[in-house]
């Protein structure tokens, strides 16, 4: 069956950098685009980025461009997220999801990763 | 900018129907996906494409659109499908956009 798991908790202090890891299995990884999305405590899931693992083709949202970089290994079947200038309001859980043409939804998703920033 | 409104709670008894809707400018022209969140979990797909139901999804989770505005309802609503629901949808520009989320009481 398909999953994904995410690499777990970080601490990290403001202005620091983070990588979260997604290793993809139960399907074939460069088929897919994988999403990265964001939740933050009380606030609503937040778009950040996608990557097409296939052509390494990606795209992020505005409120993120130039903070944020999405790769991915496909010897791994994983992919990254990297955030950097991290600051308070970075603290959330961060997701990567699955997204499958046929219904254009994300359809899979990993376990999310929370990270803390704090002085 | 493009936004998705939705109700921050709805609450029900058990056995009746809850609605969940979603409101925003470019639901006329694009789909409506839906995902539920357990407290602690991560969202799971419940409708996709206004109306589909993925497999495993019981019967009772019922998609519908019309105009500026999707609805999730649940019929039947049982204690188990207390959780937070969250709409989800593109822009004109194909970004993906979700809702503020609804938190479903049940009791």
């Known amino acids: 069956q398909v999953q994904l798991v995410q690499s777990g908790a970080e601490v990290k202090k403001p202005g620091a950098s983070v990588k979260i890891s997604c290793k993809a299995s139960g399907y074939t990884f460069t088929s897919f685009p994988i999403y990265w999305v964001r939740q933050a405590p009380g606030q609503r899931l937040e778009w950040m980025g996608w990557?097409?693992?296939?052509?390494?083709?990606?795209k992020y949202s505005q409120k993120f461009q130039g903070r944020v970089t999405i790769t991915r290994d496909t010897s791994a079947s994983t992919a990254y997220m990297e955030l950097s200038s991290l600051r308070s309001e970075d603290t959330a859980v961060y997701y990567c999801?699955?997204?499958?043409?046929?219904?254009?939804?994300?359809?899979?998703w990993g376990q999310g990763t929370l990270v803390t920033v704090s002085s | 900018s493009y936004e998705l409104t939705q109700p921050p709670s709805v609450s029900v008894s058990p056995g009746q129907t809850a609605r969940i809707t979603c409101s925003g400018d470019?639901?006329?022209?694009?789909?409506a996906n839906w995902y539920q969140q357990k407290s602690g979990q991560a969202p799971v797909l419940v409708i996709y494409?206004?109306?589909k139901r993925p497999s495993g999804i019981p019967e009772r989770f019922f998609g519908s659109s019309s105009g500026s505005m999707a609805t999730l309802s649940i019929g039947g609503a049982r204690v188990e499908d207390e959780a937070d629901y969250h709409c989800y949808s593109t822009d004109s520009s194909g970004n993906p956009l979700f809702g503020g989320g609804t938190k479903l009481t049940v009791l």
């Open positions: 990557i097409n693992p296939g052509n390494d083709n990606t």
């Open positions: 999801a699955r997204h499958k043409y046929e219904t254009r939804a994300l359809e899979d």
């Open positions: 470019t639901l006329p022209k694009k789909y």
């Open positions: 494409e206004d109306t």
